[in-house]
């Protein structure tokens, strides 16, 4: 059965979800060595999580991409990131939720964070039919996630380049086993509806952030 098209699939427990971020070696193996983010860690500036770990890929190349060598699988509390979701806008204008662009657009710059839904993608990092989320943290979002929410920070390099090893041989079984276990998250309608837009099946943001962004 199809995911619905605006639904967060993650790996997550009764208390945590992991999300995946890719950083250069300098950021990203402190982090996954200490567990936390290090100081040269940017509070200041937006990062986007991502709960999906084939998202990831797509966005990093399979931690090939100049920058992104380095692939952390972040495990933050539930509590936080339901935080950030309540609080964040969509990312693009949709007049189904905002009255007006100006309005949609006061919003956004007034959010803590920002949300965007972008084509899930398979093993070869083909676009599938629904949507995976990204959520982008800036100013109070960011310095929590960094400082409080964060519960443990893994290096997951070595997964990554094995299962793209198996994708390249074509043993997609074997590279599916590998997979981390992504089940829906049990958000409900209140703290998605404002973050739900109409189903798009034309375009592809393919890109959550920009190149300045951390956590690309």
Do not use: N
């Amino acid at each position: 059965m199809q995911a619905p098209p605006h639904q967060i699939r993650a790996l997550h427990t009764a208390s945590t979800v992991t999300v995946y971020q890719a950083y250069a070696p300098h950021l990203g193996l402190p982090a996954a060595r200490d567990g936390c983010f290090p100081a040269a860690w940017k509070r200041d500036r937006m990062t986007w999580i991502k709960p999906s770990f084939l998202w990831m890929m797509y966005r990093c190349g399979w931690g090939a991409k100049e920058g992104q060598e380095t692939v952390l699988a972040v495990e933050i509390t539930r509590e936080g990131f339901e935080w950030a979701l309540a609080r964040a806008c969509l990312s693009h204008y949709e007049r189904a939720l905002h009255p007006d662009q100006a309005s949609w657009k006061r919003a956004l710059r007034a959010a803590p964070a920002r949300v965007q839904w972008d084509p899930e993608r398979d093993l070869r990092l083909r676009p599938l039919p629904y949507r995976s989320l990204q959520l982008g943290l800036a100013g109070e979002a960011a310095r929590r996630y960094a400082d409080e929410w964060t519960v443990s920070i893994t290096d997951v390099t070595p997964l990554a380049h094995e299962i793209h090893a198996l994708v390249r041989r074509d043993e997609l079984d074997a590279a599916a086993k590998l997979l981390p276990e992504e089940r829906p998250y049990p958000a409900g309608d209140d703290l998605l509806r404002h973050l739900r837009g109409p189903r798009r099946d034309k375009g592809d943001g393919g890109r959550a952030g920009h190149e300045d962004d951390e956590g690309r």
